[in-house]
């Protein structure tokens, strides 16, 4: 079973509506994932971290963490175009803490 | 803000070539690491570097060396390029463990 698994999309929501991309991980005891947007051609960015168990809000961006059911989610309400890119989950390496394992990305698409 | 520098924005080199990229970062950051990002195939790590002069193993090595001589600057090597090197090379750094990366705006080689 891969570490961290995503759904490759894409998938497509209308302008204004939330956008709900979501991840799954194989450690339980994992304390840590990030979300990073990458947009065709470039680097991934940073753009969301969660540690606890809950919700972490960020301006229209909402990380979720689940430990007991082993997920992570990242909402965007009022979605626009300008978010359609390909959005990494990422997930601390069972090996070792310093590396992070990355989800193969959700291609996200709003559009008009 | 954490700048990750990567010498080239694209490249183009011979099958046989050895091949040389650079990545420097300003933050006194203690990881580094050296992805290759394919269609379909997701970040895979290459190799990662927790202190000067230290290395480790990632996925997918072979084929591939690095260097580490200064904190701040983490090289790839690719001793005799082939074609299916061709891909987009990502270089990101971390401070410690569990803390996320930042990305370079990576190079693209094409191996012909």
């Known amino acids: 079973q891969k570490e961290v698994e995503q759904n490759s999309g894409p998938l497509s929501v209308p302008e204004g509506a939330i956008a709900s991309l979501n991840c799954t991980y194989s450690?339980?005891?994992?304390?840590?994932f990030f979300w990073y947007r990458q947009y065709s051609g470039k680097s991934p960015e940073l753009i969301m971290f969660?540690?606890?168990?809950g919700d972490k809000e960020d301006g229209r961006f909402t990380a979720q963490l689940n430990k007991a059911s082993q997920y992570v989610s990242l909402l965007i309400r009022d979605s626009q175009p300008s978010d359609s890119a390909t959005y990494l989950c990422?997930?601390?390496?069972?090996?070792?803490?310093?590396?992070?394992?990355f989800g193969t990305g959700t291609r996200l698409q709003v559009t008009l | 803000d954490v700048k990750v520098t990567q010498s080239s924005r694209y490249l183009v080199k011979r099958t046989g070539e050895k091949v040389f990229l650079e990545c420097v970062q300003d933050?006194?950051?203690?990881?580094m690491f050296w992805y290759r990002q394919d269609p379909g195939l997701g970040l895979r790590l290459i190799y990662f570097?927790?202190?000067?002069?230290?290395?480790e193993k990632g996925d997918i090595p072979e084929g591939y060396s690095v260097s580490r001589e200064k904190k701040e600057r983490f090289s790839l090597i690719l001793e005799s390029a082939s074609t299916n090197q061709t891909s987009m090379y990502l270089c990101?750094?971390?401070?410690?463990?569990?803390?996320?990366?930042?990305f370079g705006s990576g190079t693209r080689l094409t191996v012909v």
């Open positions: 933050m006194d950051h203690e990881n």
């Open positions: 990422a997930g601390p390496n069972t090996g070792t803490a310093s590396k992070l394992t």
């Open positions: 969660i540690y606890s168990n």
């Open positions: 990101a750094s971390s401070p410690y463990a569990g803390y996320g990366y930042t």
């Open positions: 570097s927790y202190d000067v002069k230290m290395k």
């Open positions: 450690d339980r005891g994992s304390q840590s």
